[in-house]
C-alpha cells in the first residue's frame, strides 16, 4: 500500500475496496468470485414473482450476480468503488450481450434518487467500516428503495472465527495485519445486532452461514422496507 493509501486508511474505515481493487487485475485473485452465490439464485424466482424490476447491486465486484440478474430480464444497475471491476464488468456483459448499467460510487454515498429501486443486493459489503460507516450504508440502501422493496446481502457474524485473529479498533470492529483482505476494518453483529441495525426493515430471512471455511460465519439476510 502506498503512502496516499496509508494515508487515507487512517482517517478512513470504509478503504477495503483498495485492495479488491488489486485483487480484481488478476484471473486467479477472480477466480473464485465468479460463480454467483446459491441464497442470490434462489432468491430470483421470489423477485421474479412480486413483479420486482429495477434492481441495484451494490459492491458488484466482478458482476457475478449483476451479470445473473441480467439474463433474469431485470433492469440491473451494477456498483462499485473499484474501477478494475467495472471494466471487467463491462467486457462480461458485452461478451454475453446482456444490458446493464455501470456506477463508480461508494456505499457511504449512493449517486441515486430515492426510492430507485425495488431491490437492492450487497453482497459481502457493507460490512467493510466501523458502526457509522455501516450505518451511513444501511441509511443509503433504505432510502434508494421503494417502500416494500427487499434489501438482500450478508454481515459479518460474531461466530466468525476471525475474530480472535484481529485487533480491535472500535466497537465490534477488527482488524488483522496479516491477512490480505482483513487489514482493512471489518464490522462483526450478532442477531440482536443486525436487527437492530436494519430496524427500517421487515426481515424475511435471517441465518447464519458457514462459507468458503470452517469458522467462516455471515448472516445472510433478505429484508422488506417497511413502508411508514
Not at 444501511?138 to 416494500?148: A, D, K, M, Q
Not at 470492529?173 to 442477531?191: G, L, M, Q, V, W
Amino acid at each position: 500500500m502506498n503512502a496516499d493509501m496509508q494515508r487515507d486508511s487512517t482517517a478512513r474505515t470504509d478503504t477495503a475496496y483498495l485492495d479488491w481493487d488489486v485483487r480484481w487485475q488478476s484471473e486467479e485473485g477472480r477466480a473464485k468470485w465468479l460463480e454467483p452465490e446459491a441464497f442470490v439464485k434462489e432468491t430470483i424466482p421470489f423477485l421474479q414473482a412480486r413483479g420486482l424490476h429495477t434492481v441495484l447491486d451494490l459492491g458488484c465486484g466482478v458482476g457475478r450476480h449483476a451479470l445473473a440478474l441480467a439474463e433474469a430480464g431485470f433492469a440491473v444497475h451494477a456498483m462499485d468503488a473499484s474501477h478494475t471491476a467495472l471494466e471487467f464488468v463491462a467486457r462480461q456483459a458485452r461478451e454475453q450481450s446482456l444490458n446493464l448499467q455501470l456506477h463508480s460510487a461508494e456505499m457511504v454515498a449512493l449517486p441515486f434518487s430515492d426510492q430507485s429501486f425495488d431491490y437492492v443486493l450487497a453482497w459481502n459489503v457493507i460490512y467493510h467500516g466501523d458502526l457509522p460507516v455501516v450505518l451511513r450504508s444501511i441509511c443509503e440502501i433504505l432510502r434508494v428503495l421503494r417502500p416494500h422493496g427487499l434489501f438482500q446481502g450478508s454481515m459479518l457474524s460474531k461466530r466468525n472465527s476471525e475474530i480472535a485473529q484481529g485487533s480491535p479498533i472500535a466497537p465490534n470492529t477488527y482488524i488483522n495485519s496479516d491477512c490480505f483482505e482483513k487489514r482493512h476494518p471489518h464490522y462483526y453483529c450478532s442477531a440482536q445486532e443486525v436487527l437492530a441495525l436494519f430496524n427500517g426493515f421487515e426481515p424475511l430471512h435471517l441465518q447464519d452461514m458457514e462459507h468458503s471455511r470452517p469458522g467462516s460465519f455471515h448472516w445472510h439476510l433478505l429484508m422488506e422496507k417497511i413502508a411508514l
